[in-house]
Nanobody, 117 residues
């Protein structure tokens, strides 16, 4: 099994920045991809960014492309999400996700990001 622990959420003013971290433990060597999802009240959970372990290719939601950057440290089993130019509409609970090579997902507990006007 893979356990995921997120950190770095908080309250920030519009235009500010936050850096989220997610540390994977357990069967971390079986992880094919890691990424970030978010869910705002009354809305469905959506993909924010993802990075593939082999090759390092990345995917971003159109709404965050150019503002957010996902990065990884495979040696530390850690993925980061650098969030710049934050907007109130970025307010949500952000979840770390890891996917095994067999396609099995693991989820973190979530961390709250609140962007004020």
């Amino acid at each position: 099994q893979v356990q995921l622990v997120e950190s770095g959420g908080g309250l920030v003013q519009a235009g500010g920045s936050l850096r989220l971290s997610c540390i994977a433990s357990g069967s971390s060597r079986s992880i094919n991809a890691m990424g970030w999802y978010r869910q705002a009240p009354g809305k469905q959970r959506e993909l924010v960014a993802e990075v593939i372990t082999t090759g390092g290719s990345t995917n971003y939601a159109a709404s965050v492309k150019g503002r957010f950057t996902i990065s990884r440290d495979n040696a530390k089993n850690t993925v980061y999400l650098q969030m710049n130019s934050l907007k109130p509409e970025d307010t949500a609970v952000y979840y770390c996700r890891a996917v095994s090579f067999s396609g099995y997902p693991s989820w973190g507990q979530g961390t709250q990001v609140t962007v004020s006007s």
